[in-house]
């Protein structure tokens, strides 16, 4: 994780973190932190724990998202913070809705000018965000909008397997994490496991993102806590209530980023720090998809 | 139990799951419409199948979900797909027949506002954002908002109007060539609100046991409007509370 | 077969069979030519055997296609019959190419007034087809196509597995399968297998089209014969090798729907006459898809 | 085995496969084109994955595919997606490095005809359209095309442009806002041509051993333009044909 971050992250460049309230690859943000980039545009649905933490810790200067909320718990306080107060520094935002910002993927992984949604018609979003656009349908119909293209430099994405190619499988929830990486110029993948290449190819509808598109694969087991990845491990939502109290003060936020990220050398040390009893209690009860056939045919 | 035993949260859980009588697909979110929908679903809509914007189409959670994207919401459900999918074929195509929605300000048309307290340049207040929620207010065949009665939140004008309900009344919802059709119930935790009438404007409809009219416009920031007729909505019963005490939220989360 | 389509294809619909070069419903097709339907507009990306033959019994009056071809081998005979010699009766054209058919479905799928895409500058299917528009990109980066929504009336999609509610399973090549059942104002669901709620429920990833959107659900094992299923049997070549030979005379072609439709009751019967020995030599040895675990969170 | 004992098939396979050195991607449809493309991943592209219309990327076929959505490219393939995905995320995207295309007829600018022969509305032959020969022309990074050299397929007009190539020449293909480099090879069964001019015309290359430039001229419907060097391309190797005729094509359906 170390080398890749270093390869593949500079100052100013755009990147996402992406995954839908899971396969949340804290392991790569904190990497970022403690490179201590700057001036990063960040861009997530969610930005969620994860981007709060890499906004305290002032690795960014601008974000794009559709939803800032600490997951059935509450406010980013961080963020808030850099908002409302320029604390660490000042964060410029620009801002959709969900599907907005699905749809803006969707025309980045596809090379298109424009992506058109039912959204936006009557709502104040597109009076503060110039990129949304209101056109005329071409057929006479009405009204409709269209948002740009979203390429990120880098994305970063965790999945469950992959083989050493970057062949990456995933299941449970699928989120953007398709569009972000077809969208992106550079692709990292972050997988619990890495597997042999026989074992892609004995499934290939999992198969979400090619190793064609991928430049580097990590393996980082337990890199999304304390998100979870289906199947591997549950949400750690200690962590996410701990965090909506001590991010309340910026104090307290940088004590804990000290302790959690700078004070460790890389997610193992992170995980021997969290204790494996933690761990433990995170792991699901197997619940086993059965097998399908798809046949030789020779 | 006594027939006033029961908090704000139970009866507005309560009145959300009936009125969802009948109805086939539900768009949700967690905490107390999650309860309400699953109250609905083993009571007056046996069909009813939950949509999550997270991707998930007829959920069966084991617990309740601590998020829109726990993991109890895909294990078992009878699909799960990415969110272009989830929002263009489902939300968007029209599939959503009832969506619940809430946010910080609700003005007299059901527009809403999740996006900022003051002005969005320089905010008071940083709320959460859209998420889904302007395309579902757009998208969906019919919105039920779910708020408590403040009256800094029933306002007269918004700070930022992110989900459009009716616009400024009327036939402007339809006008602009929006497909959902908007706003059909206001659940508050005193009362209940609808929009039937021609000018599309918050009106009251029932009061819920032991409310006055007095009460509940003392949290609205404008002269409310009634219907023809004003009822009084029958207290949770005893087999509504036992579901959510015992079986939905056994741990007391949301109420 | 016989109750479902009795019930749901009418005289003078528009109806779409698909599946891309596999998953072809044969069985609705053979009983839709049974039941003597008139004037239907078919579409489907590829024709194949299935609406050469439904072309030759004289059920439609117009084609919606992007490619006209007996896959791998040749010719559609009876269609270009009926276009070039209105044999047995005139058929109205509309053409795409592949990516503007599911860009049409897609558009459909999805409540869209139009889909765009990089496809038709340049070439003359849109002066052939008025459908087809060039606009100029709001973001004002040059020309781009659109296409408009098609969405069927009905359509009939074979697939592995669904529940008795219409939850389907498929797996190998999607197609356009889940937006064509999205798009399609009602539909069909033809399955080899039907199987339990908690099957579909175990996997569900794999769930393409949802039974909300389904109509009704058959259960006709080797419903796809000739063409094939992935896991469940192969192509029968030899009888796409047969068509191209005996299709070329519209008298040869009579007597083969003589024979093998209209003399038959339904597919049970065709696959009697068919002869086991001929399936059992379709059957591929098996190829598993390893099992994944999607956990237990209670 | 001698020089010349090869068929016009087999040299088409050949100069295709040894074109193809160090392609990372393909965009292949069945035949000869898709034998051409498994040569060349045992000889110049050992990375070379092929990707089918059909949503296959990746694919190990046990078998000679019968058809361009065979089942035997789906069991063992690195990835099986929708066609919306293929020709949006892998097509559109730009990740097709090199496609390969035929026609019924071709013009000197690579555009190429596979709808109608004779008038669009009153065919004299119905031709099976384009599949996704428009946007696999207008998208794919470099594009060869193999045909066979006859008269009535290298016409100086097309009855019908179904697939851009250069349009009519010069920059007139990107100027239209056309993203993929367009036809780079014409690969016959006699000679081989390129676009290596400013005004991108098709310019004869190499000649096959033994064939002069009159037999090639005899079959074109407009006067050949020559580069600016000539030279005769070698001929398959002794190698190259052995693993043709014992590993990719046993069954000699293709030759």
């Not at chain 2, 908090?7 to 107390?32: C, D, N, P, Q, Y």
Request: glycine fraction near 8%; aromatic fraction near 8%; hydrophobic fraction near 40%.
């Amino acid at each position: 994780m170390q080398a890749a971050v270093a390869a593949y992250v500079q100052d100013g460049m755009s990147i996402a973190l992406e995954g839908f309230t899971s396969f949340i690859c804290f392991a790569a943000g904190h990497e970022i932190i403690r490179q201590r980039r700057r001036n990063l545009t960040l861009m997530r649905m969610t930005p969620d724990l994860l981007y709060d933490q890499m906004i305290a810790a002032g690795v960014a200067s601008k974000l794009i998202f559709s939803y800032l909320g600490n997951p059935g718990v509450g406010s980013l306080y961080c963020i808030r913070r850099a908002v409302e107060k320029g604390i660490p520094r000042p964060l410029e935002l620009e801002e959709y809705s969900h599907y907005g910002m699905v749809a803006r993927y969707a025309a980045g992984a596809a090379r298109l000018p424009f992506y058109p949604l039912r959204s936006y018609l009557g709502s104040d979003l597109p009076h503060v965000n110039p990129q949304i656009k209101i056109i005329d349908d071409p057929y006479g119909t009405g009204k409709i909008a269209v948002v740009p293209p979203l390429n990120p430099d880098l994305a970063i994405l965790h999945a469950q397997r992959a083989d050493a190619q970057g062949n990456t499988q995933l299941w449970g929830l699928l989120g953007m994490q398709k569009e972000v990486a077809f969208a992106a110029k550079r692709v990292i993948v972050v997988v619990e496991e890495i597997v042999d290449e026989a074992v892609i190819r004995a499934d290939p509808n999992r198969t979400l993102i090619p190793g064609l598109i991928v430049d580097a694969v990590v393996h980082e087991p337990y890199g999304a806590h304390p998100s979870y990845v289906q199947g591997y491990y549950d949400r750690d939502n200690a962590a996410y209530l701990a965090w909506d109290k001590l991010s309340q003060e910026q104090a307290n936020t940088e004590a804990w980023l000290d302790e959690w990220v700078y004070s460790v050398a890389n997610h193992t040390e992170y995980l021997e720090k969290l204790g494996q009893a933690r761990l433990v209690q995170l792991k699901p009860e197997p619940y086993l998809a059965p097998a399908v056939d798809y046949g030789r045919y020779r | 139990m006594s027939e006033l035993a029961y908090s704000a949260s139970e009866m507005m859980i309560v009145i959300a799951a009936r009125k969802l009588k009948g109805a086939r697909t539900v768009f949700v979110g967690v905490g107390l419409p999650n309860i309400a929908c699953n109250l609905a679903r083993y009571t007056v809509a046996p069909e009813l199948e939950l949509i999550y914007e997270s991707g998930v189409y007829g959920a069966r959670p084991e617990r309740l979900p601590l998020s829109i994207g726990d993991p109890t919401l895909v294990s078992g459900a009878l699909s799960v797909i990415s969110m272009a999918d989830l929002f263009g074929l489902y939300l968007q195509r029209g599939l959503v027949e009832v969506a619940l929605l809430g946010g910080a300000q609700i003005d007299q048309y059901g527009n809403l506002n999740s996006t900022v307290i003051g002005d969005y340049q320089a905010p008071k207040t940083r709320l959460p954002g859209s998420g889904g929620a302007c395309e579902i207010a757009i998208n969906a065949q019919r919105t039920f908002m779910i708020m408590r009665l403040k009256k800094r939140a029933f306002v007269e004008k918004l700070d930022f109007l992110t989900s459009p309900g009716h616009l400024t009344g009327g036939n402007s919802r339809t006008q602009l060539g929006i497909p959902g059709g908007g706003p059909e119930l206001v659940i508050t935790d005193k009362a209940i609100f609808n929009f039937a009438n021609p000018e599309r404007q918050m009106q009251l409809v029932e009061l819920y046991p032991g409310v006055s009219e007095e009460q509940v416009q003392a949290e609205i920031g404008w002269p409310i409007r009634h219907a023809a007729t004003l009822s009084v909505t029958p207290a949770p019963s005893v087999e509504e509370l036992r579901m959510i005490r015992e079986e939905l939220d056994p741990q007391a989360l949301y109420r």
